[in-house]
């Protein structure tokens, strides 16, 4: 059987001797065959409900697998119709019938869901709110106003005025996107002046009045005692 190592020409000498002591010489050559260069193409990545035409070389002819996946199985650039990643096999042939398989891996980008940014949150004027999403596999958030980082997953808000922050995911093909919101409302911090200082006599009781502004509800002084 035929070799397929490397394309090289070996020369080969049977000498045949009877039980009489005569011989006889036959001479021939062995051609060794090389190996196929098969090539499937290099890796990529198609979006979901889109065709990719792939391109086999380095051979004399193809055999692709699965078929079920491809326009056919027997052409050097069939169509692949691809709904979740796969593994292509070509198997080349050379007119001499040696053969080599190689293999293309395509990624298959599918629609995602941006999920946990909750659509409501609220934060007092000197607050920092740390905002999170997920689901994809890039993100850009808008406005960008009052965040450390409008291109990341988690930024920081430090905003001072009632805003609706825009989160737009997307795949790293661009494949797909998804957007979500939340309201972030933001509370002015209250204001309250104790008053002037006063002076008393010891275990004399005084009198003191605070001024704050509408939105203070609760109170609390120290020392208690």
Not at 84 to 91: I, N, P
Request: charged share 15%; glycine share 6%.
């Amino acid at each position: 059987s035929e070799m397929c190592i490397r394309d090289s020409t070996f020369p080969v000498q049977l000498i045949a001797t009877s039980s009489s002591g005569c011989a006889d010489t036959a001479n021939t050559l062995v051609i060794i065959h090389p190996l196929p260069t098969t090539f499937a193409g290099n890796d990529t990545t198609i979006c979901l409900n889109n065709t990719i035409q792939i391109q086999a070389t380095g051979a004399n002819s193809y055999v692709w697998k699965p078929l079920t996946l491809l326009s056919c199985d027997s052409c050097d650039n069939p169509i692949a119709s691809l709904t979740d990643d796969t593994s292509l096999y070509v198997t080349g042939s050379t007119i001499f019938g040696c053969e080599t398989t190689d293999t293309i891996f395509i990624k298959v980008k599918k629609p995602f869901v941006i999920n946990g940014l909750q659509p409501f949150d609220t934060i007092c004027g000197n607050e920092k709110i740390q905002l999170s999403a997920s689901g994809a596999e890039n993100y850009i958030w808008s406005p960008a106003n009052g965040l450390n980082n409008s291109n990341i997953a988690n930024p920081i808000a430090s905003t001072t005025v009632n805003t609706i922050y825009k989160v737009t995911g997307f795949d790293s093909s661009n494949c797909f996107t998804d957007s979500a919101f939340i309201s972030l409302l933001v509370f002015k911090n209250p204001t309250v002046d104790a008053g002037e200082d006063k002076l008393t006599s010891i275990g004399k009781p005084i009198t003191i009045t605070p001024q704050f502004s509408a939105d203070v509800t609760q109170w609390i002084w120290e020392p208690a005692t």
